[in-house]
């Protein structure tokens, strides 16, 4: 066999393979994404299409119906408010994880202080803690402190940031050479300069990576407002929901067409910040 045929053979089985390869992802994303792709189309079905064609993903009578009736939404609130109420809530609380994140990341990563590995370790149990271990003790901390009804206990956590999140932005900051630490300094950089101009920029994939999740867990936080929020025109998306689908005796075209409009945002931001949060997530900092 020559050395041209064996070439030909070992990039005939390589094509194969990348067929083989791109068509089981293709199978699997459309697996993945087939219950939201079912979901915006039935928001487009009358409600006695939905079921009865729920094997089509194509509307047979296509209607907006839905999203109108779903708009208007319950208690002379329409999901308009719902969305303002979720993008204010998510919107800071992302702010406050992302800066207080940073801010304590870059502390026990750089600065040398008495009891760093105490706090450090401390840091990395709360990651093992379970988030319903602590609902009932911070829901009994913020009735007394008369937040329960405001969208305090929803926000003000995030300003002291959480242990994955420091975790992900150490990774990133432990990968800036210290030698510009050092060279900041001499220039006469405290280590607030040293934060702000030199680590800073550099972990701007971090920083959007911690963003885009709180974004998206505070978008979805059912729990938080089903806990917290009492008046109806401080509701937020994801509990405005279900309260509609109590209300509107299982309006399921309308509820579909909400719970589409809702994926709206976080995709939105996803697609935007898609290339910085891959980055954040495989954990690569500058390499010195």
Same mark, same amino acid.
Request: hydrophobic residues 55%; aromatic residues 16%.
């Given at each position: 066999?020559?050395?041209?045929?064996?070439?030909?053979s070992v990039?005939?089985?390589?094509?194969?393979?990348?067929?083989?390869?791109?068509?089981?992802?293709l199978?699997?994303?459309?697996?993945?994404?087939?219950?939201v792709?079912?979901?915006?189309?039935?928001?487009?079905k009358?409600?006695?299409?939905?079921?009865?064609?729920?094997?089509?993903?194509?509307?047979?009578?296509?209607?907006?119906?839905?999203?109108?009736?779903g708009?208007?939404?319950?208690?002379?609130y329409?999901?308009?408010?719902?969305f303002?109420?979720?993008?204010?809530?998510?919107l800071?609380?992302?702010?406050?994880?992302?800066?207080?994140?940073?801010?304590?990341?870059f502390?026990?990563?750089?600065?040398r202080?008495?009891?760093?590995?105490f706090?450090?370790?401390?840091?990395?149990v709360?990651?093992?803690?379970?988030g319903?271990?602590?609902?009932?003790?911070?829901?009994?901390?913020?009735?007394?402190?008369?937040?329960?009804?405001?969208? &305090? *206990? %929803?926000? =003000? $956590? !995030?300003?002291?940031?959480s @242990?994955?999140?420091i +975790?992900?932005?150490?990774?990133?900051?432990?990968?800036i050479?210290?030698?510009?630490?050092?060279?900041?300094?001499?220039?006469?950089?405290?280590w607030?300069?040293?934060?702000?101009?030199?680590? &800073? *920029? %550099?972990i =701007? $994939? !971090?920083?959007?990576?911690? @963003?885009?999740?709180? +974004?998206?867990?505070?978008?979805?936080?059912?729990?938080?407002?089903?806990?917290?929020?009492?008046?109806?025109?401080?509701?937020?998306?994801?509990?405005a929901?279900?309260?509609?689908?109590?209300?509107?005796?299982?309006d399921?075209?309308?509820?579909?067409?909400?719970?589409?409009?809702?994926?709206?945002?976080?995709?939105?931001?996803?697609?935007?910040?898609?290339?910085?949060?891959?980055?954040?997530?495989?954990?690569q900092?500058?390499?010195?």
């Amino acid at each position: 066999m020559t050395i041209q045929n064996v070439t030909h053979s070992v990039t005939a089985r390589r094509r194969v393979s990348t067929f083989i390869y791109h068509a089981l992802m293709l199978l699997v994303s459309f697996m993945m994404l087939y219950p939201v792709l079912w979901l915006v189309a039935s928001s487009f079905k009358p409600n006695g299409d939905i079921f009865s064609t729920a094997t089509s993903l194509w509307p047979q009578n296509f209607t907006l119906e839905h999203y109108i009736v779903g708009w208007k939404g319950f208690g002379e609130y329409t999901f308009g408010t719902f969305f303002k109420n979720s993008l204010f809530v998510a919107l800071l609380s992302s702010a406050g994880m992302v800066l207080s994140s940073a801010l304590v990341a870059f502390g026990l990563a750089r600065v040398r202080f008495k009891g760093r590995n105490f706090w450090f370790v401390a840091m990395v149990v709360t990651m093992m803690l379970p988030g319903q271990v602590m609902m009932i003790p911070r829901f009994v901390l913020f009735n007394k402190m008369g937040w329960v009804g405001t969208f &305090l *206990p %929803m926000i =003000v $956590p !995030s300003f002291f940031a959480s @242990g994955f999140n420091i +975790f992900l932005i150490m990774q990133f900051i432990r990968g800036i050479p210290r030698d510009m630490d050092e060279a900041a300094k001499i220039d006469g950089c405290s280590w607030y300069g040293v934060f702000s101009r030199i680590i &800073l *920029p %550099m972990i =701007v $994939p !971090s920083l959007v990576t911690v @963003g885009v999740l709180t +974004f998206m867990a505070s978008w979805e936080d059912f729990m938080g407002a089903l806990l917290y929020l009492n008046k109806p025109a401080m509701y937020t998306v994801a509990y405005a929901l279900k309260m509609f689908n109590d209300s509107s005796q299982a309006d399921y075209g309308a509820t579909f067409a909400m719970s589409a409009l809702s994926l709206v945002p976080v995709l939105t931001l996803f697609f935007f910040f898609q290339k910085n949060l891959v980055e954040g997530i495989s954990i690569q900092g500058l390499k010195g």
